[in-house]
């Protein structure tokens, strides 16, 4: 591969890099072609972007960015597939799907600015909660005092409606 090929492939993955919230590094090395492009397909549904990259090329557009990747240096070995997302758990539960036929293997993941090393940390991603869930949790804690004090001024009124037609009819 020529030098320039290579600044391209680098600056293009620092690009996508930067257009994406968060990434999954992950190991598709034992996939059949069938199972490739079944993965490939539900990335696509899952609007996910999958990138199989060289780790050299990988390594040098993660160091050609602001923040610190550093950590990822250890697992960049072997075949290495990117996994691109906005939405934080998506790729992960997309893996957890994948993982019970035992393929493919999270290496490690950038998410919410914290790394996750190691396979170990899939199930700790896939309940992370994407920023629609938490705008939904925060939505539904707001609601729940004032559908209480309403409630309570609903069925006081029938109670003092009540007590009063007692009291006319004494």
């Known amino acids: 591969m020529r030098k320039e090929d290579k600044s391209t492939i680098i600056s293009t993955i620092a690009e996508t890099v930067k257009g994406y919230d968060f990434f999954y590094l992950t190991d598709i090395s034992t996939l059949n072609a069938a199972k490739t ?14 990138m199989v990259v ?17 950590e990822l240096t250890p697992v960049l070995k072997g075949n290495t597939a990117i996994m ?51 705008i939904g949790d925060v939505i539904g804690l707001l609601q729940s005092p004032i559908k209480n004090v309403v409630s309570a001024l609903q069925s006081g009124g029938n109670t003092i409606h009540g007590v009063l037609e007692t009291l006319s009819k004494k």
Not at 88 to 103: C, F, W
């Open 37 to 50: 492009s079944a993965l490939r397909e539900e990335c696509y549904k899952s609007d996910i972007k999958l």
């Open 84 to 134: 691109f997302s906005n939405t934080a758990n998506a790729p992960a539960k997309l893996l957890d799907k994948y993982t019970k036929e035992g393929v493919p293997s999270l290496k490690a993941a950038y998410v919410q600015e914290s790394f996750y090393i190691g396979a170990n940390n899939l199930k700790a991603l896939v309940n992370v909660k994407s920023r629609e869930e938490l």
């Open 54 to 70: 060289k780790n050299t090329l990988l390594q040098k557009a993660l160091e050609s960015l602001d923040t610190d990747f550093s």
